[in-house]
Structure formats: structure tokens, C-alpha cells
């Protein structure tokens, strides 16, 4: 079993739609959480990251994590075209990042 | 300061060559990961250094692969009598160690191997 499960994909949606992203998790240890975006050919950037369980918000996206189901998303709303890329779920424990294999979205104007 | 930087961005070569990849993290940032992606998956741990010592490396890393970060500054990743299956991107990300900004890796364009 991976460290961190994601979905694939893909997920296409209609340009305004809500998307929701997920990724589960096994270790409990792990106490950091990561979402990043890559688009074709490019490096990761961070979108958002935090610590504890809850909703942590920044502009259209929202991060959510459940430790005790070990389960953590992502949602975009009002999603563009722009927003069309791979989303990476990654945790850290110690000075060790695990990422998800990443879940690729288009946005369809 | 512009980020972290990765050259060459693309290199082609064939079975059996050696090939170096070149990493410049942020200039304050003390840390510094290697890893490898291939299509369809996540970012794989490959090593990482903090300053010049290289603290950990992953099992999958055989021995033909050598990373380098001689003045805790650049770094180099060097993959000697390279196979097909080294095909993949190379990420490069770092971060700045203690406090909160080492729990946030900023990552490199990226250097793209094929093998022919």
C-alpha cells in the first residue's frame, strides 16, 4: 500500500464548476499537508499547505483535512480554464515529503 | 533572487552515457531535494542535503546515480552508464531549515532526461 493514495483522474469540468480533489493517507504521523500544482512540462508550485484538521481558505480554493478519517481535499470554485493542471496532495513527516501520483483537471471554457 | 534554477532543461542522450544535472536553490535556503517523476505519477525522493551533507538518500537510488552539493550551495546530480528506465523528469525543490519554512519545498522547472 502507498503512503498516500490520489485518484488520477482525469476530471474534466465545465468552466464555474466546483472541483473537488482527494487523497487518503496511511501514516498517521504525518503532520504536514500540501497541495500543489503542476502544469505540463513545469515544476510543482505550492498552492496552499497547513497543519491541523479543518478548512483552511485562500481565495477560490479551500484545503480540508480529517485526521482521524486520514482523508484530506481540495476544492476550487468558480474554476477557470487557468486552473487546468496536474494537483498533487503532498504530507511531510520528519524531513520526508510524500506526494500523491496526481490527479489531472481540465477546466472546459 | 529567481527562484530555483535547473539546467540543462532538457538533455537527450543515449544508453550507456553519463549525464550531470545542475540545481541553484534559493540563496538562503540550506536545504535542498532531488527528485524523480515519470508521466503519470508523483514526485519520487531521491536524496536530499542539508548545507553540504547529504543526510538521506532512497533505497531506490542505485549506485550509478551521485548527487553533490559541495559548498552547500548548488548541486549537482550526476547519473552514470545511463539505462532507458532513468527516463524522467528530475525535480530539484529547497527550503529553509528550522522553523515553518522548512515544511514548504519550492521546486525547480525541472530537467527532462530521455535515454535513447
Known amino acids: 500500500q502507498k503512503e498516500v493514495e490520489q485518484d488520477p483522474g482525469p476530471l474534466s469540468v465545465p468552466e464555474g464548476a466546483i472541483v473537488s480533489l482527494n487523497c487518503t493517507y496511511s501514516n498517521s504521523a504525518f503532520q504536514y499537508f500540501m497541495w500543489y500544482r503542476q502544469y505540463s512540462r513545469k515544476g510543482p508550485e505550492l498552492l496552499m499547505y497547513?497543519?491541523?484538521?479543518g478548512n483552511k481558505e485562500d481565495g477560490r480554493f479551500t484545503a480540508q483535512v480529517d485526521k482521524s478519517s486520514k482523508y484530506i481535499s481540495l476544492f476550487i470554485r468558480d474554476s477557470q480554464p487557468s486552473d487546468s493542471a496536474t494537483y498533487l496532495c503532498a504530507m511531510l513527516v520528519g524531513n520526508q515529503f510524500y506526494f500523491g501520483t496526481g490527479t489531472s483537471l481540465t477546466v472546459i471554457p | 533572487d529567481t527562484g530555483v534554477s535547473q539546467d540543462p532543461r532538457h538533455k537527450i542522450t543515449k544508453r550507456g552515457q553519463n549525464v550531470t544535472f545542475r540545481c541553484d536553490p534559493i540563496?538562503?535556503?540550506?536545504?535542498l531535494y532531488w527528485y524523480r517523476q515519470t508521466l503519470g505519477q508523483g514526485p519520487e525522493f531521491l536524496t536530499y542535503?542539508?548545507?553540504?551533507?547529504?543526510?538521506?538518500k532512497s533505497r531506490l537510488l542505485s549506485d550509478r546515480f551521485s548527487a553533490e552539493r559541495p559548498k552547500g550551495s548548488f548541486s549537482t546530480l550526476e547519473i552514470q552508464r545511463t539505462e532507458q528506465g532513468d527516463s524522467a523528469m528530475y525535480l530539484c525543490?529547497?527550503?529553509?531549515?528550522?522553523?515553518?519554512?522548512?515544511?514548504?519545498?519550492?521546486f525547480g522547472a525541472g530537467s527532462r532526461l530521455t535515454v535513447l
Open positions: 542535503f542539508q548545507n553540504e551533507a547529504q543526510l538521506e
Open positions: 540563496s538562503e535556503h540550506n536545504r
Open positions: 525543490a529547497s527550503s529553509l531549515a528550522p522553523g515553518p519554512g522548512a515544511n514548504v519545498l519550492t
Open positions: 497547513t497543519y491541523s484538521s
